[in-house]
């Protein structure tokens, strides 16, 4: 198939666009950073992106973006692993690493392996200690339109070394199409959230009754509510199931995953990051679900994005 070049970044590497069609939804996908330029459900956007490539290329909010090899926050850039103490990129103005370094999978420009018009394979390389990390981590991601309106998001990894691997997508949803996101209303299937420090380290899991972070029930989305936290799902990968619903009017997104966490990023006001991953700082911290990956294993997530009209 014959894809249209969003733009051609300064190595002179072509970056392309990727065009997803059904019969109610349709996503546009670039090479770099496997990133979802733009969604519309019946035509009617429902993520953030931008028009053109170059703010793409320092993509600080990480619009859209596949998010590796290791999502969220490290202490310290630092985790022991088999082969030692690694050191990662410390890529936050307070010490600590996140999302992969400035060279993660959100800032690569990655291959496509096959397509159709309902879906896409995509493939990077994270060699082997670039960004601290050990291991040359072979990565894949399937984008597919299912027939009732929904996105699976399919990625997978392999490792020839024991190393960090947690990935997760970085999309901004707004359901209104413009505007804030408030007047949105959100129900997580989660009882408890990580607290976190000012830099957002986790402190402890709290309980998320008669917190602000309560969305046990469907709830709207106020000016006050300022999270950027991991929603504990369960205590490892399961079988794909219902993690979370957004909605605004009629419209609503239901989002399955495999996953045991939820990071939710409402700092914008404009969109709301809503990402299906491992807990954040993982390796440091016993009880909370692994992040290792061996040789031998293959790392796997999936989710599911539902859109669908309420009843009036």
């Known amino acids: 198939?014959?894809?249209?070049?969003?733009?051609?970044?300064?190595?002179?590497?072509?970056?392309?666009?990727?065009?997803?069609?059904?019969?109610?939804?349709?996503?546009?996908?670039?090479?770099?950073?496997?990133?979802?330029?733009?969604?519309?459900?019946?035509?009617?956007?429902?993520?953030?992106?931008?028009?053109?490539?170059?703010?793409?290329?320092?993509?600080?909010?990480?619009?859209?973006?596949?998010?590796?090899?290791?999502?969220?926050?490290?202490?310290?850039?630092?985790?022991?692993?088999?082969?030692?103490?690694?050191?990662?990129?410390?890529?936050?103005?307070?010490?600590?690493?996140?999302?992969?370094?400035?060279?993660?999978?959100?800032?690569?420009?990655?291959?496509?392996?096959?397509?159709?018009?309902?879906?896409?394979?995509?493939?990077?390389?994270?060699?082997?200690?670039?960004?601290?990390?050990?291991?040359?981590?072979?990565?894949?991601?399937?984008?597919?339109?299912?027939?009732?309106?929904?996105?699976?998001?399919?990625?997978?990894?392999?490792?020839?070394?024991?190393?960090?691997c947690s990935f997760t997508h970085h999309n901004y949803f707004n359901l209104n199409g413009e505007g804030t996101i408030c007047g949105h209303s959100l129900q997580i299937e989660a009882d408890n959230y990580i607290d976190t420090d000012p830099h957002g380290i986790p402190v402890e899991i709290c309980k998320v009754n008669k917190s602000q972070f309560d969305f046990k029930k469907k709830r709207m989305i106020s000016t006050q509510d300022i999270i950027d936290h991991n929603f504990c799902i369960s205590n490892s990968r399961t079988k794909m199931k219902k993690v979370a619903q957004l909605t605004h009017g009629l419209l609503s997104m239901e989002l399955m995953s495999t996953e045991p966490g939820l990071q939710?990023?409402?700092?914008?006001?404009?969109?709301?990051?809503?990402?299906?991953?491992?807990?954040?700082?993982?390796?440091?911290?016993e009880l909370y679900p692994s992040a290792f990956l061996e040789p031998d294993e293959v790392y796997e997530q999936e989710s599911i994005f539902h859109f669908f009209d309420e009843n009036p």
């Open 1 to 164: 198939m014959q894809n249209k070049i969003f733009g051609t970044l300064a190595n002179g590497d072509n970056v392309y666009l990727i065009e997803l069609f059904s019969k109610d939804l349709c996503v546009n996908i670039l090479t770099l950073g496997a990133i979802i330029q733009e969604m519309k459900f019946k035509n009617k956007p429902v993520v953030l992106g931008y028009a053109d490539l170059e703010p793409y290329t320092d993509n600080k909010f990480y619009y859209g973006a596949i998010i590796g090899r290791f999502a969220n926050r490290l202490k310290n850039g630092q985790a022991k692993l088999s082969q030692g103490t690694i050191q990662a990129e410390i890529n936050t103005d307070t010490g600590h690493h996140i999302h992969g370094g400035s060279k993660g999978s959100c800032n690569k420009n990655w291959r496509i392996l096959e397509q159709s018009k309902t879906y896409v394979v995509l493939e990077v390389l994270l060699p082997d200690g670039e960004m601290g990390f050990p291991g040359n981590l072979t990565t894949q991601v399937r984008y597919e339109l299912l027939p009732n309106a929904s996105l699976k998001i399919n990625i997978t990894a392999t490792t020839d070394a024991q190393t960090l």
């Open 264 to 285: 939710v990023y409402t700092g914008h006001k404009i969109g709301i990051a809503l990402e299906p991953q491992l807990w954040p700082d993982a390796p440091n911290n």
